[in-house]
């Protein structure tokens, strides 16, 4: 589906994970404002999956293997930031710890 800012129609960013024969293990969809989305997926050694996402600013979520929220850190918007253009990353370290970037105008 496209975004049209002057469509009423939210879009929610989704996550699914599958297994090695393509069947799928789990799924999730955020519900939020408007346009949300997920921007980078990690997976750590034990596989949880980390996934960066936007709403009126960054987010960082973490799931177990089986698909349950484990955690979340949001920030507000940023100053400057355009998600259209910003680059963003997610790496994911053997401690389970996440980095990630982007850029902003500001």
């Known amino acids: 589906q496209v975004y049209n800012p002057a469509d009423s129609t939210d879009l929610d960013a989704w996550l699914a994970r599958f297994d090695t024969n393509g069947g799928l293990v789990w799924e999730k969809r955020l519900d939020g404002n408007k346009f949300d989305r997920f921007l980078d997926v990690g997976v750590d050694d034990t596989g949880n999956v980390y996934v960066l996402g936007s709403l009126a600013g960054f ?30 990353a997610l790496a994911v370290h053997p401690d389970g710890s996440a980095t990630v970037g982007g850029r902003t105008n500001g």
Request: glycine share 10%; aromatic share 6%; hydrophobic share 35%.
């Open 59 to 88: 987010r960082l979520l973490k799931f177990d293997s089986q698909g349950k929220e484990s955690w979340r850190t949001e920030t507000g918007a940023l100053p400057g930031l355009s998600l259209a253009t910003a680059r963003r």
